[in-house]
C-alpha cells in the first residue's frame, strides 16, 4: 500500500509536466514498474497526442511489459477520441496489474476503462491518492461531475472595496506582483469572462503570461450590442487568441469581424443561456475577471464556484465603484491568503 | 559609536519592561556604565514612581557613579513634576557623559534637560538610536509635536467591506483570534472612541485584556444626547474603566451618572472641538472603533494617523452597512500585513 502511494505519487508528479498543454483534456501521468523497478514514466504531453498510458508503455518492449504493473492518475480509457483506446493496449501489452488514482468522472469513460481491463484478468486497485488526482485537474473533474463550467470569481479592490478610483476610468488598483500573478493565473482557466462595460472602459487584451498552445478564450457578454462598430478594441483585433461574444443585439450578430471572433446569438438575456452555451462548447473552466456587474450575477445565481480577491492597501474613497454586492452572505472554504509585496491575495471555495 | 548604540539598545530594552503601566509618562530606559562594564540598569516603572535615571542611579554608590556614562532613551527632565529634576540628580551624582537616544519632544523639557548638564561641564550626545527610541513612544512623541492626539482608526470588515449582516444587529464578523488582539490592542491608547449608534447597538464595554492600573478610557459621541436614560448600558455601569460623553443634549448634560462617567457638554457639533478637549485634558492617543460614520469623520477631517481594517474572508452581501467611505483617496504607508488564522490584519499609516 505505502508502494503503490509512493509509486502512483510519481506518476501525478509526471502528470503536472503537461501543465497549460493538454487543454480540454486532463493532465495524466503514468509509471510502470516491474519487481520493485521502475521500467518507464510517462505523461500526456499535448492535447491530440499520446495518452499517458501510451507515452510510458511505448518506451519498453513486451518482455519488460509483460507482467509488470502500470500506475496511472486517471482511469485509462475505452474509447475512440483523438486516440485509440488505452485500455487495449494495456491488455495486449499483458501487464499483470493497473493501479488507477481517479476514475474518469467523463459519461464516455467512467468505469468502463476498469470493467474492460478486469475482463481481461487483469487486476485492477483503485482510489490510491484519489482526491490529490482529482485536485490536479480540478476543473475537468468539475466540469464533467456536473455538466458547467467550473466558475472563479476574480477582483481587485482597495481596502474600502473599490474597484477604481472614479466611474468610466481604467485605474490600476493592485500593484505589479498582482499584475504578473493574474497574467499567468489566467492560463488555468479555458476562458476569462467580462462584461461590456470593462472592454470599452479598459481595452484589454485578456491574454496570459504564459506559454502555451490554448490561450483562454475571452468571452465578453455584450447583451446590448454596445462594441458594435467598436472594432478598434484589442479584443477584436489583436487575433492573439479566440474571442467570443454573447449579444442579442441584431446590429452586432451581423458585425464582420476577425475569424478569431465568433458571435454568440443569445434568445434570452439568462446567464443559464450562456453557460449552456460553453458546456455545449466544453469549456470546462472560466476566470471571471469582472466588472462588479457582471461578477454579482454570478454569485447571485449560485453559478460561483471560487473567489479570488487582490486587494491593495488604500481607500479610493466614496467616488469609486464598489465591487460585488451579493444579494446572500457568501462563506469561503479552504481560504487562501497570500502575500504579493503590499498587496494581498485572497482566495476560497463558495459554496454552491 | 557601536558601543553606545550597544548600551542604547540595551536602554532601550529596559524601557519596554515599563509597558502599560506609565500612562502619560514615556516608556524610558537607562544604563549607567564606567569603563565598559555596566554597572546598573533602571526603566520608568509606573507612572508617578522614579524615573528611569533615578531607578538606575539609585542602584549606585557615589564611588560607583564618579565618572561614569549615562544612557538614557530620552532627554533627562529638568522641571518638578510628579518627581525632582532628573538633571540635579545627575549633576550631584559626578557623571561624566550622559548619552542620550532622542530630545523629549515635550515644550517643558526640550533641550533644557541638555543645556543644564552641558552647563555643569557635562559632555552630552544625543541621537543615538533615535529613531527607535521615538518609535517606543510613538504616541507621546506625536502628542507633543503636533498638539493633538494621535488617531488610530480600526475596523472589522468582510471581504465585501460590510460592518455587519443587517443593519441594527450586531455581528461578529471576525474570528476569535482578531476578538482577543482587538482587546490588547487597545491597552496601546489611552482612549476607545465609539458613536453613539455602536455604543445602544452593541452595548460594548470597551475593556483590555491587559492588566494595567491605565485602561483606555472609553469616550462616546453622542452630539443628539441618545444615551440619555440608558443607564443600563456596560459603559455607564461597569465601573471598570473612566467613560466620557460628549453631548449638547441639555438632558444627557444633566443625568446623574456613576462618578467614572464624565459628561462634556459641546458647545459646537465639531469634531475639531472634541479634540481640543482631548488635548487640553492630555489624552495622547485614541483608538477609534466605530462605526463608519464616526471613523470616516476622522478620515476626511485629516485627523486619521493611522488605519486598522481587520479583514474576514466572508462576502456578507448588499444588505449589510459598508465600511467607512472617504471623501478622498488614502494611501497608507508602511503597510503591516498579519495573518490572525482565516482572518487578516491590514495596518499602515495615513499621510495627515
Redesign the interface.
Known amino acids: 500500500m505505502e508502494k503503490d502511494q509512493y509509486y502512483m505519487n510519481l506518476a501525478l508528479q509526471e502528470a503536472k509536466k503537461g501543465r497549460y498543454q493538454t487543454w480540454k483534456n486532463p493532465m495524466v501521468g503514468a509509471v510502470v514498474v516491474k519487481d520493485d523497478h521502475i521500467l518507464a514514466t510517462g505523461h500526456h504531453i499535448h492535447y491530440g497526442k499520446s495518452h499517458a498510458e501510451r507515452d510510458a508503455i511505448s518506451k519498453l518492449t513486451p518482455e519488460q511489459l509483460f507482467n509488470s504493473t502500470l500506475y496511472v492518475t486517471l482511469e485509462p480509457c475505452n474509447h475512440y477520441g483523438k486516440q485509440p483506446p488505452c485500455s487495449d493496449l494495456i491488455i495486449q501489452s499483458k501487464l499483470k496489474r493497473v493501479v488507477i488514482a481517479q476514475v474518469d468522472p467523463h459519461k464516455l469513460v467512467t468505469g468502463k476503462g476498469i470493467a474492460k481491463l478486469r475482463a481481461h484478468g487483469i487486476e485492477v486497485n483503485t482510489g490510491i491518492l484519489e482526491k490529490e488526482a482529482e485536485e490536479l485537474n480540478q476543473f475537468y473533474s468539475f466540469f464533467y461531475q456536473n455538466n458547467r463550467p467550473w466558475i472563479t470569481v476574480k477582483q481587485a479592490?482597495s481596502?474600502?472595496?473599490r474597484v477604481n478610483?472614479q466611474s468610466q476610468t481604467c485605474t490600476a488598483i493592485t500593484n505589479q506582483t498582482v499584475y504578473d500573478r493574474v497574467h499567468q493565473e489566467r492560463a488555468d482557466y479555458q476562458a476569462i469572462l467580462i462584461g461590456s462595460n470593462t472592454a470599452l472602459v479598459d481595452n484589454p487584451s485578456l491574454l496570459t503570461s504564459v506559454k502555451t498552445d490554448y490561450p483562454p478564450i475571452r468571452i465578453i457578454l455584450d447583451r446590448r450590442g454596445r462594441l458594435f462598430n467598436q472594432q478598434e478594441l484589442k479584443l477584436l483585433t489583436d487575433q492573439q487568441a479566440p474571442t467570443w461574444i454573447f449579444t442579442q443585439s441584431p446590429e452586432l450578430i451581423k458585425m464582420s469581424t476577425p475569424k478569431n471572433v465568433r458571435i454568440f446569438p443569445m434568445r434570452t438575456n439568462q446567464l443559464a443561456e450562456v453557460m449552456g452555451t460553453l458546456t455545449q462548447e466544453g469549456i470546462q473552466s472560466v476566470y471571471v475577471e469582472g466588472g462588479p456587474t457582471v461578477a454579482k450575477t454570478f454569485?447571485n445565481e449560485h453559478l460561483a464556484n471560487y473567489?479570488i480577491?487582490y486587494?491593495s492597501?488604500?481607500?479610493?474613497?466614496?467616488n469609486g465603484d464598489?465591487?460585488?454586492?451579493?444579494?446572500?452572505?457568501?462563506?469561503?472554504k479552504n481560504?487562501q491568503?497570500e502575500?504579493l509585496a503590499?498587496n494581498?491575495r485572497?482566495a476560497?471555495e463558495i459554496n454552491v
Open positions: 479592490v481596502l474600502d472595496y478610483c454569485v473567489l480577491e486587494l492597501p488604500n481607500l479610493l474613497g466614496k464598489l465591487g460585488l454586492l451579493a444579494n446572500h452572505p457568501v462563506t469561503l481560504v491568503i502575500q503590499d494581498l485572497i476560497g
